[in-house]
Nanobody
Framework: QVQLAESGGGLVQAGGSLRLSCAAS????????MAWFRQAPGKEREFVAA????????YYADSVKGRFAISGDNAKSTLYLQMNSLKPEDTAVYYC???????????????WGQGTQVTVSS
C-alpha cells in the first residue's frame, strides 16, 4: 500500500522559513513526478511545485517562484519543499502528491498525503 506522509508544518512569522518533508512508502517514485499542492480555507486546492524524477526538472506556481524550492532524495524516498520569505497568503494545508494522472499542475495525482498545516502570521 502506497503512503505519503507530510511533516514540517507549523506557525511562522512573515519573512520566515519552513521545510516540509514528504516520506513515501510502499513504492519508489524516483522516475515519476511528485508535487506539492496547498489548500486554504474556502479555496480550491492549488498547485505549488512539482519535480520530475526522471529529469530532475522542477516547476513552480508564479506565486512561489523564487521563494520556494522543491527537491527529492530518492535514497530516502522523501520529497522536500523549502519555503523562504513566507507571506501570510501562504497560509494553507500543504499536501504532497505522487503520480500525476494528467498535467503536473492539476490536482489529479494518484497518491496524496494527509496534509500539514502551515500558518504564517503577519
Amino acid at each position: 500500500q502506497v503512503q505519503l506522509a507530510e511533516s514540517g508544518g507549523g506557525l511562522v512569522q512573515a519573512g520566515g522559513s519552513l521545510r516540509l518533508s514528504c516520506a513515501a512508502s510502499g513504492r519508489t517514485f524516483g522516475s515519476y513526478a511528485m508535487a506539492w499542492f496547498r489548500q486554504a480555507p474556502g479555496k480550491e486546492r492549488e498547485f505549488v511545485a512539482a519535480i520530475r524524477g526522471s529529469s530532475g526538472n522542477s516547476y513552480y506556481a508564479d506565486s512561489v517562484k523564487g521563494r520556494f524550492a522543491i527537491s527529492g532524495d530518492n535514497a530516502k524516498s522523501t520529497l522536500y519543499l523549502q519555503m523562504n520569505s513566507l507571506k501570510p497568503e501562504d497560509t494553507a494545508v500543504y499536501y504532497c502528491a505522487g503520480d500525476p494522472g494528467s498535467a503536473y499542475y492539476l490536482p489529479e495525482y494518484d497518491y496524496w498525503g494527509q496534509g500539514t498545516q502551515v500558518t504564517v502570521s503577519s
